[in-house]
Structures are given as C-alpha cells and as structure tokens.
C-alpha cells in the first residue's frame, strides 16, 4: 500500500508560481510512474501531467504544457509539480497518484493510489 502526502498549495496571484510536492511512503516509489491530476469544484477529475519510473518520461495535458513542469527525485521518494504562469482556471485541488505501470497514463482509472489532495487558488 502506497500512502501519499501532497504539500506546496495555497494562494497566489495570477502569473505567479507554485511548487507541489508529494512524498511516498513506499520505498519502491522508483517502481511507479506519478501522476497530478487536478478537480475543481463541480468538475472532473482531470489529468495535469505525469512522469515515468525514471524521470524520462513525461506528459502533459494541453492546458499545462510549457506552464507546468513535472520532475521526481527517487532518492527522497518525492515527485514535484512546478507551475509558472498561473491562472484563475488552474484553481483545482491538485492529488498525486501512483501507477503500477512504470511509464505511466493519463486516465484517473490508470491510477492505483492517490493521495488527499492539496488546495490551489489562482486569484485574477
């Protein structure tokens, strides 16, 4: 059982930056591939990005790229989102999950362990 734990949400102006963090409990963490989905209230869960076993695999969803960049570090067990240019619309809770498919997907169902989530608000 993989537990996770998200960190780094809270308020911040438009254009401004945030870094997430999501630490793993498991220390096979190096076996999965992360991802960040993110849910705003009344909406979906959507896919934002994910990452391989190994860091060299990444993907992300069109509303993110070249905003959000996505990187581990399995050494800490540890997966970050960093977001730049943020947006009003980018306001979501935001969860890490872990996949057993190392390279990773982009489907909520993909995913086998997530974490509670950490609240983003973007103000305009």
């Known amino acids: 059982q993989v537990q996770l734990v998200e960190s780094g949400g809270g308020l911040v102006q438009a254009g401004g930056s945030l870094r997430l963090s999501c630490a793993a409990s498991e220390r096979t963490f190096s076996r999965y591939a992360m991802g960040w989905f993110r849910q705003a209230p009344g909406k979906e869960r959507e896919f934002v990005a994910s990452i391989s076993w190994n860091g060299g695999s990444t993907f992300y969803a069109a509303s993110v790229k070249g905003r959000f960049t996505v990187s581990r570090d399995n050494a800490k067990n540890t997966v970050y989102l960093r977001m730049n240019s943020l947006k009003p619309e980018d306001t979501a809770v935001y969860f890490c999950?872990?996949?057993?498919?190392?390279?990773?997907?982009?489907?909520?169902?993909?995913?086998?362990?997530w974490g509670q989530g950490t609240q983003v608000i973007v103000s305009a």
């Open positions: 999950a872990a996949d057993t498919n190392p390279w990773g997907a982009a489907g909520v169902p993909d995913y086998e362990y």
